[in-house]
């Protein structure tokens, strides 16, 4: 990946870097053995207004994610001494930063793990280094808190969601949501009584174009259910509709 990229990295690294969309710097934490490519991906995020650390041995993965507290962490899934998808599951219960894990692989099995790992999105290499900022930066405006939308408080029966918190209840009690899961979960809710294609929640959640083969979506919809108090087998709040995309289910 390093060789296909480095001529695009230095290319752009010569230009105007672009103006960050925030007024602080954002801490990346980047967990990747590859040195080189480590370097050029720290040295173009350096120049777009990010404070980068860089780590190398999966081994002390875990321990750096837990003491820098990054506001993003960008994670090989392939990693000498712990894996990215085992540092992933060992952090989640105590980093609600949003993880971005990056892999040479494209089984579709590793996607769905990283997923129910708990990562906030899935990249595969090599990613055009425009691509990996912008999506990047979906990441942390979302991370960042909600957006003026109207209403930051949604009911349905016993479920509540809290935008504003980013949070959400069943019966009272709080919900564990994954920061990825949080999102999906509130798009849907918010467009209750109408259906979002596949193409809209891409567009929305990350700022891409739905390639038509991308699973994660259906993944985090399947995690969602049962947390939610819907059967997976027979949903009734989270509806799929064959060949368009979900309808969160408005109380009759």
Known sequence: MADHLEEQFQALGSQEPQKPDYPDQDHVLIIEDDQRLAELTRDYLEANGFQVTLEADGAK??????????????????????DGLAICRR?????????????????????????????????????QPRVLLARMRALLRRADGPTPDGEIRLRFENLEIDNATREAWLSGERIDLTSAEFDLLWLLARNAGRVLTREEIFNDLRGIKYDGQDRS?????????????DDPNQPHRIKTVRSKGYLFVKDS
């Open 217 to 229: 979506i259906d993944v985090r919809v399947s995690r969602i259910r049962p947390k939610i108090g």
């Open 61 to 82: 993965g875990v321990d750096r994610i837990l003491t820098l507290q990054p506001d993003l962490v960008i994670l090989d899934l392939m990693l000498p001494g712990e």
């Open 91 to 127: 952090v989640r219960p105590n980093f609600a930063g949003p993880i971005m894990m990056l892999t040479a692989r494209t089984d579709d099995l590793d996607q769905v793990l990283g997923l129910e790992m708990g990562a906030d999105d899935y990249v595969p290499k090599p990613v």
